[in-house]
């Protein structure tokens, strides 16, 4: 399967805060990114559709104003969680896939505390 | 609202024997399904992924699909503790969205 980095893979910050985890898609260009959000106990959400070159789309209940995503290059995304708070903790995943085909790999996720 | 359903678990199965996994989902447009394996505090991996009708082998994991049914199963045989983790069913939704719908997942327990 396909390598997907994220960095990093954890970070403690204080609430107010801004915080910018990477997602790179290692061994092939992603032209698609996606962002997840996975509280304890729960499946993961998606948060937002990140396509290269364009703006992301973002779910519904998610606010785009707090949660920047740039998709700059194939193979590079970001998340920012912009002035964050504790309800925010959680574990946040990445996945890329293949240009026209739907299986996503998953990178290894950020665990995100905010005090 | 698109849906997956997944029975939470645990399900407790003893060493060597088949493990069955259950998902169903509400899009009856969906065409590719998924399972993923996801160990605690870790991220999901990509186990097996099925398009058609039947069943797919993949060494000691066989994934069945009902599309008339929309219901998607996984089944783990010779099931060793290392398979001990949550299993998650993915549906990928129907529309050109390519965006995919998750269940709760089911956590399996393989005791020796």
């Known amino acids: 399967g396909a390598v997907v980095s994220q960095h990093p893979s954890r970070v403690i910050c204080k609430s107010g805060t801004s915080v910018k985890i990477e997602c790179r898609s290692l061994?092939?260009?992603?032209?698609?990114m996606f962002w997840y959000r996975q509280f304890p106990k729960q499946s993961l959400m998606l948060m937002a559709t990140s396509n290269e070159g364009s703006k992301a789309t973002y779910e519904q209940g998610v606010e785009k104003d707090k949660f920047l995503i740039n998709h700059a290059s194939l193979t590079l995304s970001t998340l920012t969680v912009t002035s964050a708070h504790p309800e925010d903790s959680s574990f946040y995943i990445c996945?890329?896939?293949?240009?026209?085909?739907?299986?996503?790999?998953f990178g290894p996720g950020t665990r995100l505390t905010v005090t | 609202q698109k849906e997956v359903e997944q029975n939470s678990g645990p399900l407790s199965v003893p060493e060597g024997a088949i493990a069955s996994l259950n998902c169903t989902y509400s899009?009856?447009?969906?065409?590719?399904f998924f399972w993923y394996r996801q160990y605690s505090g870790k991220s999901p991996e990509l186990i097996m992924s099925i398009y058609s009708n039947g069943d797919k082998e993949d060494g000691r994991f066989t994934a069945q699909l009902n599309k008339a049914s929309q219901y998607v199963s996984l089944l783990i045989r010779d099931s060793q503790p290392s398979d001990s983790a949550t299993y998650l069913c993915a549906v990928c939704l129907s529309g050109g969205y390519n965006k995919l719908i998750f269940g709760a997942g089911t956590r399996l327990a393989v005791h020796p």
């Open positions: 899009d009856r447009g969906s065409q590719s």
């Open positions: 996945s890329a896939s293949f240009p026209g085909i739907n299986e996503q790999y």
């Open positions: 061994d092939f260009q992603a032209t698609t």
